[in-house]
C-alpha cells in the first residue's frame, strides 16, 4: 500500500502538525494556495511533491507551477487542481480514479459516478471556523481510499 499526503491552502504557514500528519506519506500533492515555495521544499523533505499553482500564487516562484497536474500512483491516476470550478475536463472520461482540489478552504471528500472528489481543507490560517486539517489517499493497486485529517487546531 502507497499513502498519499494531501494539503492545501497553506497561504505561507506550513504548520507543525500538519507536517507530522504527512510524516510517512510516499508522496506529497499540495492542491494550491501555497503561499511560497520553501512550503514545497519542507514539504519535499518529507517525500515527492505534486503541486499545482492557486489564485493567490503570484511572483516568479510561482511561475513553473502548473494550473492543473496528474499524479498515477500504482494503477490509480489522480487530477489535481487548485479550484474545481475552473475544471475544464471530465475526470472519469479521462480516466482519473481522484480529483484533488483545494480553494473553498472546507474539508470534503465525496464519490461522485466513481470518482473521488477530495479536499483536503486548509492547512494554513484558519478561516471563519472552518477545520484547520489534511487528508491521504490510501491507494493499494487500482484502489483508492482517502480520508480527511482534522488537525484539531
Request: aromatic residues 4%.
Amino acid at each position: 500500500m502507497k499513502r498519499v499526503g494531501l494539503i492545501s491552502d497553506t497561504h505561507g504557514l506550513l504548520r507543525p502538525q500538519a507536517l507530522d500528519a504527512l510524516r510517512g506519506s510516499d508522496h506529497i500533492v499540495h492542491a494550491g494556495d501555497i503561499g511560497a515555495h520553501a512550503i514545497l521544499d519542507a514539504l519535499a523533505k518529507i517525500a515527492p511533491v505534486t503541486a499545482v499553482r492557486g489564485n493567490n500564487d503570484h511572483g516568479a516562484w510561482a511561475s513553473a507551477i502548473p494550473d492543473d497536474a496528474v499524479l498515477i500512483v500504482d494503477g490509480v491516476s489522480m487530477y489535481v487542481i487548485h479550484d474545481l470550478a475552473t475544471m475544464t475536463i471530465d475526470p472519469r472520461a479521462a480516466g482519473h480514479r481522484v480529483v484533488v482540489s483545494g480553494h473553498s478552504h472546507r474539508p470534503s471528500c465525496e464519490q461522485r459516478r466513481g470518482v473521488w472528489y477530495v479536499n483536503p481543507g486548509s492547512a494554513g490560517p484558519r478561516r471563519f471556523t472552518l477545520p484547520v486539517a489534511v487528508g491521504e489517499i490510501a491507494v493499494e493497486g487500482d484502489e483508492a481510499q482517502p480520508r480527511l485529517i482534522d488537525l484539531r487546531i
